[in-house]
Nanobody, 119 residues
């Protein structure tokens, strides 16, 4: 059974940190690029960070550069989003997506985890 499960969300104060995890099972996780997205109420979904299946060429949205990092541990089938110096505008539901390209493209989504930054 294919699963992609996010965890690590919660309520924090501005300036604090959280580490989100995206744990995969039921498919060859190491062959998939993984992205974190977020969606705040009333706003469109935003791509936050992406890490390829191999290599370290990660991409981060301008709004989180210098504060967030994305990493993966293929031995644990997990991708992490380390979020430092959180701001109220980071409040959103964070979801991860695992995707592979041709010749047999596939895409899986997790259910999301809530991050709330408030004093």
């Amino acid at each position: 059974q294919v699963q992609l499960v996010e965890s690590g969300g919660g309520l924090v104060q501005p300036g604090e940190s959280l580490r989100l995890s995206c744990a995969a099972s039921g498919f060859t996780f190491s062959s998939y690029a993984v992205s974190w997205y977020r969606q705040a109420p009333g706003k469109e979904r935003e791509l936050v960070a992406t890490i390829p299946s191999v290599g370290t060429n990660t991409n981060l949205a301008d709004s989180v550069k210098g504060r967030f990092t994305i990493s993966r541990d293929n031995a644990k089938n997990t991708v992490y989003l380390q979020m430092n110096n959180l701001k109220p505008e980071d409040t959103a539901i964070y979801s991860c997506k695992a995707e592979r390209g041709p010749p047999t493209p596939k895409r899986y989504w997790g259910q999301g985890t809530q991050v709330t930054v408030s004093s």
